[in-house]
T-cell receptor
């Protein structure tokens, strides 16, 4: 079974630009979550999508948005990039059934904002 | 607010020895899941082990086992027969049943394995 895939793996953008990151979950997983990882703030939850609907949202400004498609693939968008948005963005897909829960992460997209 | 605390920023262990990483969490929920993830230099987050709070038996995965103390809100990870490949950052994470898939992570423990 293929794992979670994220594209692109590396990205360099300039302040003020926007960026779109993509995540394809494990087959059969309908939930996709996004996390931002930085040395200073650690791992922070951005949002979660389930069946094309945002189910949870973290404490991030409106510049951060996302969506999920009918095939469960998800994208996140960051508009008007700031230097502080430089981070590793991790996507995770998950499934919860019969009292068991599993969540697996993709390899991440490293975003550098200059 | 739910919090996860890993009080050991760094740990080291000799190859083939045993090491225990600590994690405590704060919650008022009764149904939840706990996880340990490993993040090697490649930055890939790898699920090491998970524990359902409703299960009294501690989870075990090969050389990895946990000591889950629900009343004390403690969830430590024991790595037996440590190998060089175990060197990584380890994160403890918490997920309440009612929270969809929103994980709360601890700050991480950097584990060094000495040959």
């Amino acid at each position: 079974k293929a794992g979670v895939t994220q594209t692109p793996r590396y990205l360099i953008k300039t302040r003020g630009q926007q960026v779109t990151l993509s995540c394809s979950p494990i087959s059969g997983h309908r939930s996709v979550s996004w996390y931002q990882q930085t040395p200073g703030q650690g791992l922070q939850f951005l949002f979660e999508y389930f069946s094309e609907t945002q189910r949870n949202k973290g404490n991030f400004p409106g510049r951060f948005s996302g969506r999920q498609f009918s095939n469960s693939r998800s994208e996140m968008n960051v508009s008007t990039l700031e230097l502080g948005d430089s981070a590793l963005y991790l996507c995770a897909s998950s499934r919860h059934r019969q009292g068991a829960y599993e969540q697996y992460f993709g390899p991440g997209t490293r975003l550098t904002v200059t | 607010a739910q919090t996860v605390t890993q009080s050991q920023p760094e740990m080291s262990v000799q190859e083939a020895e045993t090491v225990t990483l600590s994690c405590t969490y704060d919650t008022s929920e009764s149904d939840y899941y706990l996880f340990w993830y490993k993040q090697p230099p490649s930055r890939q987050m790898i699920l090491v082990i998970r524990q359902e709070a409703y299960k009294q038996q501690n989870a075990t995965e090969n050389r990895f086992s946990v000591n889950f103390q629900k009343a004390a809100k403690s969830f430590s990870l024991k790595i037996s027969d440590s190998q060089l490949g175990d060197a990584a950052m380890y994160f403890c994470a918490y997920l309440p049943e009612t929270s969809g898939s929103r994980l709360t992570f601890g700050e991480g423990t950097q584990l060094t394995v000495n040959p």
